[in-house]
């Protein structure tokens, strides 16, 4: 099965969960992946257990100008793109009555602006019929302390989402998002937060969910090879769920 042979692949945050996890799927089917991340030695370190055809690129996607040198690398090394997952995200927690500037700028400048200029410069090297997928969240449907200003940075992304699908309507490129619920990923241990208490907020977050567990990075990299392949063909500006049923009760 090798349903990516030939396409390029450019994911964000792929030296750790949902993004790694989505780089080795893509690989082992057959896709020549370009994964980026913010640390370069984290990237290193992956790159050491990866089977195929990939180059790294040490970019910080809240930055104008790596966001246009991951997409040059991209196009100097593969020449076009037909997948572009942005998928980097983070999720530091605060009461909405302590959040500060700071604080704000930094979860938005990753979760919003970067995919946003990122977009930007990848449009012209995009193949017409290539995918553009991002990773959002179901906190945009449900409110859970804390996360107000994550929350907030996933709406905004999801409303950018709908005006780029209908603004790439004429090149055939589909635009579609998954919304994960919890996602046993490394996100948790870098919110800041002693280690008890992320453990009790994820037995909160699994016992919520329908399914009663925590998703996989694998299951969300499923749900982003089935959007960027031909079985997805007629799927566009949709939000896809993977959350165990959390969204929905
Ligand atoms: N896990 C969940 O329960 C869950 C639920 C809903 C949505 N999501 C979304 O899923 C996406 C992936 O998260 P994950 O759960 O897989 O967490 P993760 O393992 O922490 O992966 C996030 C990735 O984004 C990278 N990143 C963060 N800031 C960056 C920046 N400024 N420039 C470039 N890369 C940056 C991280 O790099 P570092 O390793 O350097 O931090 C990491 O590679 C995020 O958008 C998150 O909001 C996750």
Redesign the pocket.
């Known amino acids: 099965m090798n349903s990516l042979q030939n396409k390029v692949a450019v994911i ?10 989505t780089a080795k799927l893509f690989l082992a089917q057959g896709a020549k992946v370009v994964l ?4 370069a030695e ?1 990237l290193q370190e992956v790159a050491k257990e990866l089977q195929g055809e990939f180059i790294t690129v040490t ?5 104008a100008a ?1 966001n246009k040198k991951l997409i040059d690398q991209t196009v100097n090394k593969y020449g076009k793109i037909d997948i572009l997952f942005l ?5 530091p927690p605060t009461p909405l009555s302590d959040v500060t500037e700071d604080h704000y700028n930094y979860i938005f ?3 919003v602006k ?1 995919p946003i200029l990122a977009v930007k410069e990848a449009l012209p090297h995009i193949n017409d019929g290539g995918t553009i997928i991002f ?5 945009t449907q449900r409110g859970f302390e804390n996360l107000g200003i ?1 929350s907030a940075s ?1 709406g905004a992304l999801r409303a950018y989402q709908r005006v780029l699908t209908a603004e790439v309507k004429s090149r055939g490129i589909r635009v579609n998002s998954i ?10 241990s ?1 919110m800041g937060l002693p280690e008890e208490v992320v453990e009790e907020m994820g037995k909160g ?1 699994a016992q919520q969910v329908p399914l009663g567990r ?2 996989t ?1 694998e299951e ?1 990299a499923n749900t982003a090879l089935f959007l960027a392949s031909d079985k997805a063909s007629f799927i566009n500006g949709i939000e896809l769920e993977v959350d165990g049923g959390l969204s929905q009760i």
């Open positions: 964000t945050g792929a030296n750790s969960g949902i993004g790694l996890a980026s991340g913010r640390r984290a970019a910080d996607v809240a930055n790596d998928n980097a995200g983070v999720a400048d990753i979760n970067g990773t959002n969240s179901i906190v994550y996933k919304a994960p619920g919890p996602i046993d990923t490394p996100i948790y870098k977050f925590f998703g990075s969300i």
